[in-house]
T-cell receptor, first 115, second 114 residues
Framework: DAGVTQSPTHLIKTRGQHVTLRCSPI?????VSWYQQVLGQGPQFIFQ???????GRGNFPDRFSARQFPNYSSELNVNALLLGDSALYLC??????????????FGPGTRLLVL | QKEVEQDPGPLSVPEGAIVSLNCTYS??????FMWYRQYSRKGPELLMY????GNKEDGRFTAQVDKSSKYISLFIRDSQPSDSATYLC??????????????FGRGTQLTVWP
């Protein structure tokens, strides 16, 4: 079975531009989460979507938005890019079970460089 | 104070050594604990997952959780050069508004030399 896939793998943008990152979850997984990982740090939670509804949001500005499609794939959009948005953007998919227990599986990430 | 603290290292050991990696946390709502391995410029790969205090073993890896001390560990026995990577601890709560959100340590960079 295919794991979590993300596209593109690399992206270079300039300040003020907009970017869209895409993620396809593992087959059968209905939850997708997005994380930002700055070099030398652990991933930071941005969003989680379950069944096309936003389930959680981290401490990120409104320039960051996301959505989930009927096939459970997801997009992360970032407007008005800043130099500090340069990071590895990770998508994780999970299967929610009773009691809130879930295991998140990560994709390879999209490396974004903002110049 | 960050919710999850992890010494970034770097940690360098010879092949065959026992490696001990640790994290501490402050939020008593954390109930699920994970260790991920991340090779350079790749996504994190799930190694171990536990939701209770005590030990969980999987091959050369042992995860240990002490909820009373808010302290988790990962032990790697007979370490191999292929274990060279960054190890991330992660944890999550089982209730409330942060349900499903993973909180990560900053990762410990491990090098195992032949």
């Amino acid at each position: 079975d295919a794991g979590v896939t993300q596209s593109p793998t690399h992206l270079i943008k300039t300040r003020g531009q907009h970017v869209t990152l895409r993620c396809s979850p593992i087959s059968g997984h209905k939850s997708v989460s997005w994380y930002q990982q700055v070099l030398g740090q652990g991933p930071q939670f941005i969003f989680q979507y379950y069944e096309k509804e936003e389930r959680g949001r981290g401490n990120f500005p409104d320039r960051f938005s996301a959505r989930q499609f009927p096939n459970y794939s997801s997009e992360l959009n970032v407007n008005a890019l800043l130099l500090g948005d340069s990071a590895l953007y990770l998508c994780a998919s999970s299967l929610l079970v009773a009691g809130g227990r879930e295991t998140q599986y990560f994709g390879p990430g999209t490396r974004l460089l903002v110049l | 104070q960050k919710e999850v603290e992890q010494d970034p290292g770097p940690l360098s050991v010879p092949e065959g050594a026992i490696v001990s990696l640790n994290c501490t946390y402050s939020n008593s709502a954390f109930q699920y604990f994970m260790w991920y391995r991340q090779y350079s410029r790749k996504g994190p790969e799930l190694l171990m997952y536990t939701y209770s205090s005590g030990n969980k073993e999987d091959g050369r890896f042992t995860a240990q959780v002490d909820k009373s001390s808010k302290y988790i560990s990962l032990f790697i026995r007979d370490s191999q050069p292929s274990d060279s990577a960054t190890y991330l601890c992660a944890m999550s709560a089982n209730r409330g508004s942060t349900l499903g959100r993973l909180y990560f340590g900053r990762g410990t960079q491990l090098t195992v030399w032949p």
